[in-house]
Structure formats: structure tokens, C-alpha cells
T-cell receptor, first 110, second 116 residues
Framework: QKEVEQDPGPLSVPEGAIVSLNCTYS??????FMWYRQYSRKGPELLMY????GNKEDGRFTAQVDKSSKYISLFIRDSQPSDSATYLC??????????FGTGTSLTVIP | GAGVSQSPRYKVAKRGQDVALRCDPI?????LFWYQQALGQGPEFLTY????????KSGLPSDRFFAERPEGSVSTLKIQRTQQEDSAVYLC??????????????FGPGTRLTVT
């Protein structure tokens, strides 16, 4: 079983839609949860970072962590064509390693 | 330059050849990480440096993989006797913080290695 599971999509939505991206994980020790955006042929770019459970909002983006269910989500409001990318969740505990999901490919159609 | 740079961006190697991939981190960044990203997968940790010290190399898949950062800035990932399963994008990331604060990692664009 992989440490982190993420639906690869692809996901296609019309401009202005609310997008929900999700990951599940198996290791209850994970404390740090991150969402990265990766454009084609580019490196991942950190979008959101959350420690432990709860919600965090930054502009059109909201990250949620439910440690009891081992489930994290990223919501994108008023989606734009420029949001079209692959979204990777990542998580870990102390130390140098953290574990990425496989990524969900998102296309926002104008 | 403001970001992490990697060279070459693309590398084609014949099976059995040795390759060297270079990473220039953001100036002053203490920590440097290497990841391997196979097609359609998320990045997987290979190794971590704090300054010139390689503190974690548990993700290196075999002894054909070797990384160094001799002066605590530029790093090189070397793969000896390349195999087809080594084909992937190799990502470098740096952070101004020492070990444990990986949420502040800044990634380079990656080197796409194709082994034929």
C-alpha cells in the first residue's frame, strides 16, 4: 500500500467552478501537509502548507486536513484557466523525507 | 538568478553510460534535496544535504547513484551504468532552513533523463 493515495484524474471543469482535490494517507504520524502545483515541464511550486488538523485559506485556495479520517483536501474557488496544472499533495513527519501523491491533472476550460 | 537552476534540462544516455546532473540552489540556502519523478508519478526522495554534509541518502535506489555537494552550494547527482528504469525527471530543491523544515523547499525545473 502506498503511503499517499491521490486520484490522478484527469479533472476538467468550466471556468468559475469550485474544484475539490483530495488525498488519503495511511501513516497516522504525518503532521505536515502540503499542496504543490506543477505546470508541464516545470518543478513543483508550493501552494499551501498546513500543520496538523484544520483549515487554512489563502485567496481562492483552501486546504483542509482531517487527521481522524487521514484525508486532506484542496479547494479552488472561482477556478481560472491559469489554474490548469497538476496538483500534488505531500505530507510527512519530522525528518527530511516527505511523501508525494501521484498528482491530479486539472484543466479549467474558458 | 532568483531560483533553483538545473542542467542539462534534457539528457539522453545510452544504457550503460554514466551521467552527471547539476543543481545550482538558491544562494545561501542551507538544505538541498534530490528527487526522482517517474512519468505520471509524484516526486520520490533520493537524498538530502545540509551544507556539504549528506545527512540522508536512504532514497538512493542503488549504489549506481551518487550525490555530492563539496562546497555546500552546487550539487551533482551522478548515475553510473545507466539502466532504462533510471529514465525519469530528476528534481532538485533547496531550502534556507536546515533539516525538518521541508515545507519551504523551492524546486528547480528538473532534468529529464531518457535512457535508450
Amino acid at each position: 500500500q502506498k503511503e499517499v493515495e491521490q486520484d490522478p484524474g484527469p479533472l476538467s471543469v468550466p471556468e468559475g467552478a469550485i474544484v475539490s482535490l483530495n488525498c488519503t494517507y495511511s501513516n497516522s504520524a504525518f503532521q505536515y501537509f502540503m499542496w504543490y502545483r506543477q505546470y508541464s515541464r516545470k518543478g513543483p511550486e508550493l501552494l499551501m502548507y498546513t500543520y496538523s488538523s484544520g483549515n487554512k485559506e489563502d485567496g481562492r485556495f483552501t486546504a483542509q486536513v482531517d487527521k481522524s479520517s487521514k484525508y486532506i483536501s484542496l479547494f479552488i474557488r472561482d477556478s481560472q484557466p491559469s489554474d490548469s496544472a497538476t496538483y500534488l499533495c505531500a505530507m510527512g513527519n519530522t525528518g527530511n523525507q516527505f511523501y508525494f501523491g501521484t498528482g491530479t491533472s486539472l484543466t479549467v476550460i474558458p | 538568478g532568483a531560483g533553483v537552476s538545473q542542467s542539462p534540462r534534457y539528457k539522453v544516455a545510452k544504457r550503460g553510460q554514466d551521467v552527471a546532473l547539476r543543481c545550482d540552489p538558491i544562494s545561501g540556502h542551507v538544505s538541498l534535496f534530490w528527487y526522482q519523478q517517474a512519468l505520471g508519478q509524484g516526486p520520490e526522495f533520493l537524498t538530502y544535504f545540509q551544507n556539504e554534509a549528506q545527512l540522508d541518502k536512504s532514497g538512493l535506489p542503488s549504489d549506481r547513484f551518487f550525490a555530492e555537494r563539496p562546497e555546500g552550494s552546487v550539487s551533482t547527482l551522478k548515475i553510473q551504468r545507466t539502466q532504462q528504469e533510471d529514465s525519469a525527471v530528476y528534481l532538485c530543491a533547496s531550502s534556507r532552513r536546515p533539516s525538518g523544515a521541508y515545507y519551504e523547499q523551492y524546486f528547480g525545473p528538473g532534468t529529464r533523463l531518457t535512457v535508450t
